[in-house]
């Protein structure tokens, strides 16, 4: 399964609203989809498992949704720490479990 | 406190060996699955090799069948990811990860800690 993260790169200030895509070329079983925050120099991070299940620490602001082939990470009120590249990843079906090539969200 | 560890990264000539590891701690090593993933420079992620609690299950991308191996040692808590015949496009940060599951990965491969990354450059 390919994934196709939109857009590249997103441009936004502080405590705007954030919406991340993430498209699969073929349905993804059981709504597997988790999203990873990447800083670099740091390793990544677990955000949301099951599409929308928020990891164990992460604020409320983020969260998770959609099913089949169309997945959403949704930021709300963005804080200067969350400008990193996001990473989305299927895992719900057979192997090999793929990641998104990521998109940049950015300070304008 | 989770704890994960990687070791064993450097400088290596094509067609040469590499052996990782990863030293783990603050969980039960033998009922979680774990991953090697890697990223390389300016590129995303790739999970190169999961393997189940046990070790009785693994699996290889394509791009490395054949040439790295997957490893535990439970008694030790240690993974490994043995490389061989490296190529440059090897090169990358080699993440060791913890499957937030369970002792199995096959149909839940979400990656809960990760550790710090260890580089490994081929390049003659």
């Known amino acids: 399964i390919v994934l196709t993260q939109s857009p590249g790169t997103l441009s936004l200030s502080p405590g705007e609203g954030a919406t991340l895509s993430c498209r699969a070329s073929?349905?993804?079983?059981?709504?597997?989809v988790a999203w990873y925050q990447k800083k670099p120099g740091q390793a990544p991070r677990l955000l949301i498992y099951?599409?929308?299940t928020r990891a164990s620490g992460i604020p409320d602001r983020f969260s998770g949704s959609g099913s089949g082939t169309d997945f959403t990470l949704t930021i709300s009120g963005l804080e200067p720490e969350d400008f990193a590249v996001y990473y989305c990843?299927?895992?719900?079906?057979?192997?090999?479990?793929?990641f998104g090539q990521g998109t940049k969200l950015e300070i304008k | 406190e989770v704890q994960l560890l990687e070791s064993g990264g450097g400088l290596v000539q094509p067609g040469g060996s590499l052996r990782l590891s990863c030293a783990a701690s603050g969980f039960n090593f033998s009922g979680f699955a774990m991953a090697w993933v890697r990223q390389a420079p300016g590129k995303g992620l790739e999970c190169v090799s999961p393997?189940?609690?046990?070790?009785?299950?693994?699996f290889y991308a394509d791009s490395v069948k054949g040439r790295f191996t997957i490893s535990r040692d439970n008694s030790r808590n240690t993974l490994y990811l043995q490389m061989s015949s490296l190529r440059a496009e090897d090169t990358a940060v080699y993440y060791c990860?913890?499957?937030?599951?369970?002792?199995?990965?096959?149909?839940?491969?979400?990656?809960?800690?990760w550790g710090q990354g260890t580089v490994v450059t081929v390049s003659s």
């Open positions: 099951g599409a929308s």
């Open positions: 073929q349905t993804v079983s059981r709504t597997y």
């Open positions: 393997i189940s609690g046990s070790s009785g299950s693994t």
């Open positions: 990843q299927q895992y719900g079906s057979a192997p090999p479990y793929t």
């Open positions: 990860a913890k499957v937030r599951g369970g002792s199995e990965w096959f149909g839940d491969l979400s990656l809960d800690y």
